[in-house]
Nanobody, 117 residues
Framework: HVQLVESGGGSVQVGGSLRLSCAAS????????MGWFRQAPGKEREGVAMIYMIGGSTYYVDSVQGRFTLSQDDSKNTLYLQTNSLKPEDTAMYYCAAGRCPDTNDYWGQGTQVTVS
């Protein structure tokens, strides 16, 4: 069983920053990738960023490349997504996910809302 709990969302002005956190609680299951997805109203869910837990390779969707950065604190089993230079089109519900690479969609958090205006 894997439980993911997100936090850190909020409302910011254009150009602002937020740091999203995803705390993972793992009992009995394993995963080798974690990542963040987002879904805006009326749009499909899209992958934003992903990290391979072994080796630490990261991947970002083109629209956030250079603005968003993944990091992890292994001691806290927490994954972070630093979001900078936010744009209105970044407005969405952001979901943390974990699972088998590369799909990374076996386990999901409840989501945290990011609104940029």
């Amino acid at each position: 069983h894997v439980q993911l709990v997100e936090s850190g969302g909020g409302s910011v002005q254009v150009g602002g920053s937020l740091r999203l956190s995803c705390a993972a609680s793992v009992i009995g299951d394993t995963y080798n990738c974690m990542g963040w997805f987002r879904q805006a109203p009326g749009k499909e869910r899209e992958g934003v960023a992903m990290i391979y837990m072994i080796g630490g390779s990261t991947y970002y969707v083109d629209s956030v490349q250079g603005r968003f950065t993944l990091s992890q604190d292994d001691s806290k089993n927490t994954l972070y997504l630093q979001t900078n230079s936010l744009k209105p089109e970044d407005t969405a519900m952001y979901y943390c996910a974990a699972g088998r690479c590369p799909d990374t969609n076996d386990y999901w958090g409840q989501g945290t809302q990011v609104t940029v205006s």
